[in-house]
């Protein structure tokens, strides 16, 4: 039998009770210092409770949507339909050998380099019908690395996030905040809005 460190600390009610609620959806390291544990502690006792950060399996109906539509909307829209992320949807379009794309026009690449910067890339994505990851692509193949411009975040939307947090998912926050589920867990932990009170 293992022998425990001189610095084990049994895990309280109250950190498994934490830990069920924000796991798979906070970051493990907002979630570690929320409890006082390490991150590796933290991704342990999950394992031990059954957690799982939210991965869910794959259906062939998704596989047979993405074919479906790739090429033909952006990967943003997909993700909607599919109530996935826009990164787990450009993951599987590779796995299941979706790597082709349309190559881009000389109309295309002049729209990016006159706007980007000016517009985000979920906006250009959406007017050129390409993902937010290809337009980051190109570019930064174009060399351009103009900052796009971040909407501020108002009172108002703090105010809902701190009465939201713990009680709706970051991609529901995401949709009623128009913001991505990244920008939802980056404010939510610089703001400490993850710690209950």
Same mark, same amino acid.
Not at 72 to 83: N, P, R, V
Not at 127 to 139: E, G, M, Q, T, V
């Given at each position: 039998?293992?022998?425990?460190?001189?610095?084990?600390?049994k895990w309280t009610s109250e950190e498994d009770r934490v830990l069920r609620e924000t796991y798979g959806?906070?970051?493990r390291k907002v979630i570690a210092e929320r409890i006082g544990r390490s991150i590796v502690a933290t991704s342990t006792r999950a394992r031990k409770l059954g957690l799982t950060r939210g991965y869910k399996s794959w259906l062939p109906a998704e596989d047979e949507l993405i074919r479906k539509y790739y090429g033909?909307?952006?990967?943003?829209?997909?993700?909607?339909?599919?109530?996935r992320t826009e990164p787990a949807i450009v993951g599987r379009a590779y796995k299941i050998g979706l790597r082709t794309r349309s190559s881009w026009t000389t109309?295309?690449?002049q729209y990016v380099k006159r706007?980007?910067?000016?517009?985000?890339a979920v906006e250009l994505?959406?007017?050129?019908? +390409?993902?937010?990851?290809?337009?980051?692509?190109?570019?930064?193949?174009?060399?351009?690395?103009?900052?796009?411009?971040?909407?501020p975040w108002t009172e108002a939307d703090l105010s809902f996030l701190r009465e939201h947090i713990?009680?709706?998912?970051? +991609?529901?926050l995401a949709e009623r905040l128009n913001r991505t589920e990244w920008a939802i867990g980056q404010i939510?932990?610089?703001?400490?809005?993850?710690?209950?009170?």
């Open positions: 039998m293992k022998k425990r460190s001189k610095y084990y600390r959806t906070a970051r033909k909307e952006s990967f943003a829209a997909i993700a909607k339909h599919l109530g109309k295309d690449v706007w980007y910067g000016k517009k985000t994505s959406h007017l050129l019908n +390409r993902d937010a990851f290809s337009i980051r692509s190109k570019a930064k193949r174009l060399g351009l690395t103009k900052p796009v411009p971040k909407r713990f009680t709706t998912s970051h +991609r529901v939510a932990s610089r703001r400490g809005l993850l710690k209950k009170k």
